[in-house]
Structures are given as C-alpha cells and as structure tokens.
C-alpha cells in the first residue's frame, strides 16, 4: 500500500494564479484533511472531509478551496495564490473508527 | 486561540537519558490525545496515543502520561536514541470529533 500520497511534491507560483494539489489514499479512509505547516505555528487544519461529496472548513479556509468527488481523493485548490499561502501543506486520512491520522510527505509551495 | 500548547520549542538530551516532552491543553472536553514525530521533509508519523480514561501508555521506549485535572500530557522517550532527532507534535481531539488539534511542536536532538 502506497498509504497517503500527494502532488506535487514542490511548486512555484506566482502571485494571483493558480493551482490545484492533489492527495490520494489507499486505505479506504472515510476521513481526509488538508493542513499547512508554517515556521513555529505548528500543523492548522484548513478543510477536511468526512466522505465523498462532502467537505467541511478547518481553522483557516480561506483562499482555499477543496472537493472530493471520490473517496479515495482530496483536492485543495488555490484560486488565486497570495505569498502569505507560501507554505508546506499536508495531506491527511483516518478511519471512521480510529483516532489516528495517516499523514502525506507533503506539498511545498512558494507563492512569489 | 490556541488549545494545545507545547511550551518549549526546542530540547537537547543525550543519547541514553531519558528525554520529556511536555503538552498542556485548555479544552477539558478533549477526549483523545496523540504524539506525532516529524522528520524534515517528511509528513508527521503517529507515535503514541492516549485516551482520557487512562493515565498511562506505553509502547517500548515511549510512554505517553496523561493528567487531566492539570489539563498536561508528557511524552518520555527511554532510553533516548539519535534517531529519536525530531520534531514531536502533541494533537488532541473531542469525543467523537473530526479534527486533531496540534501544538506547535518541540524539536528534540539527541546527541551521542
């Protein structure tokens, strides 16, 4: 099983494009997440999904957004990039019975 | 606001002691609590666990404590190996919650 993969693994973006990442799960998952990392802020949930067709906003939506037309696949898209979206993004799944989230190598962005 | 706090963004233990990560949270309605480790470059990994039922959990060299009237997990890592280099995340989550909340994170280098 190839668990929680992601792409790109790097990108570069200038101001005001755009761009979408793409995350996939092996496991059958009910649940995903996407989460940016920056210097000393640790992991924030941005939107995660507790099934196919459904999302929902985490703690810092906005500039984002995100589908999951199947269950296995997670989409977070960028409309129109900003530098303050420069950053490592991860993706994330777990079962509907656990607790544990299953992460992704991530995703990094820089937004010139 | 954040919930989760990991207060010491950095610690240096040597090989073969005893290495204590500390985790205070503010939410009493936490039900769930979770280690992460995270290499560079790399997504987090789940470590250890704990449910608010307990007090204790271990898995080999890791053990994870829980005190809920002080609102404070710990992790302890013994005896402390070089691999053990590494960014630790301390997340928690509500009963039957969707999300994981995580701390900023305590690197920790273990010198030989």
């Known amino acids: 099983n190839a668990g929680v993969t992601q792409t790109p693994k790097f990108r570069v973006l200038k101001t005001g494009q755009s761009m979408t990442l793409l995350c996939a799960q092996d496991?059958?998952?009910?649940?995903m997440y996407w989460y940016r990392q920056d210097p000393g802020m640790g992991l924030r949930l941005i939107h995660y999904s507790v099934g196919e067709g459904t999302t929902a906003k985490g703690e810092v939506p906005d500039g984002y957004n995100v589908s999951r037309l199947k269950k296995q696949n997670f989409l977070l898209g960028l409309e129109s990039a900003a530098p303050s979206q420069t950053s490592v993004y991860f993706c994330?799944?777990?079962?509907?019975?656990?607790?544990?989230?299953?992460f992704g190598p991530g995703t990094r962005l820089t937004v010139l | 606001d954040q919930q989760v706090k990991q207060n010491s963004p950095s610690l240096s233990v040597q090989e073969g002691r005893i290495s204590i990560l500390n985790c205070d949270y503010t939410?009493?309605?936490?039900?769930?609590f979770l280690w992460y480790k995270k290499y560079p470059a790399e997504g987090p990994t789940f470590l250890i666990s704990?449910?608010?039922?307990?007090d204790k959990n271990e898995d080999g060299r890791f053990t994870v404590f829980l005190n809920k009237s002080a609102k404070h997990l710990s992790l302890h890592i013994v005896p402390s190996q070089p691999g053990d280099s590494a960014v630790y995340f301390c997340?928690?989550?509500?009963?039957?919650?969707?999300?994981?909340?995580f701390g900023k994170g305590t690197s920790l280098l273990v010198t030989p």
């Open positions: 994330a799944s777990r079962g509907a019975n656990y607790n544990e989230q299953f």
């Open positions: 939410n009493s309605m936490f039900d769930y």
């Open positions: 997340a928690a989550s509500l009963l039957n919650g969707y999300a994981l909340n």
């Open positions: 704990i449910s608010s039922i307990k």
């Open positions: 496991m059958n998952h009910e649940y």
